[in-house]
Every structure is written in structure tokens, then in C-alpha cells.
Nanobody, 116 residues
Framework: QVQLVESGGKLVQAGDSLRLSCACS????????MGWFREAPGKEREFVAN??TYAHSVKGRFTISRDNANNTAYLQMNRLKPEDTAIYYC???????????????WGQGTQVTVSS
């Protein structure tokens, strides 16, 4: 069955860096675009990055990458800010899109907390 498993989330301080991983199985990883989304308390889930595009709020600080040989996607997050605190989700889509509604598969999420 399809599985996306995020890892790497934790409590960090403002200015720190963190790398999230998304291990995928059950589908042809190389045929899918990967995206990262986040959901902060009381807010809607929002787009963070996909293989080509970044949200304005993270551009220049976050970098998405992927290892097709190991079916894993990554999100490198630098210069973290308290407003980056959220549950981070990876997702897979057959389309390169920023719309969460167009993603077919989702992970369970990993918590990132940035203290000031």
C-alpha cells in the first residue's frame, strides 16, 4: 500500500536549521511531483514548496530536494522563525501544483516547533 512517512520534526530555536524527510513506498516515486505543506494551530493547511516552487514566506530559507533512488523527499529549512511552527506534511501528485486538492497521497505529518 501507499505510504509516506515524514520524520525530522522537533523543537528548535529561532535561527536554527532542520531537515525533514519523507520516505515513500507503494507508488512509482519518480513519476510523481512532491510537495510540502504545513498546518499551524487554528489555521488552514498551506502550501510550502514543491519540486519547482516555494511559498513567498519560505523562499530563500527552505529548499526541497529528492532522492529518486531511495524514494525519499527532503525539506531543508534554514533560519527558522517562530511563525514556521506547524505540522509539516509531504504529499505526492501526478501534477506539479501548489493546490493541496490535487495531491493524491499524504503523509501523517511531523511537528516542527520553533521557539523564540
Amino acid at each position: 500500500q501507499v505510504q509516506l512517512v515524514e520524520s525530522g520534526g522537533k523543537l528548535v530555536q529561532a535561527g536554527d536549521s532542520l531537515r525533514l524527510s519523507c520516505a515513500c513506498s507503494g507508488f512509482r516515486f519518480s513519476n510523481y511531483a512532491m510537495g510540502w505543506f504545513r498546518e499551524a494551530p487554528g489555521k488552514e493547511r498551506e502550501f510550502v514548496a514543491n519540486d519547482l516552487t516555494y511559498a513567498h514566506s519560505v523562499k530563500g530559507r527552505f529548499t526541497i530536494s529528492r532522492d529518486n533512488a531511495n524514494n525519499t523527499a527532503y525539506l531543508q529549512m534554514n533560519r527558522l522563525k517562530p511563525e514556521d511552527t506547524a505540522i509539516y506534511y509531504c504529499a505526492a501528485s501526478t501534477r506539479l501544483t501548489t493546490s493541496l486538492h490535487e495531491y493524491d497521497y499524504w503523509g501523517q505529518g511531523t511537528q516542527v516547533t520553533v521557539s523564540s
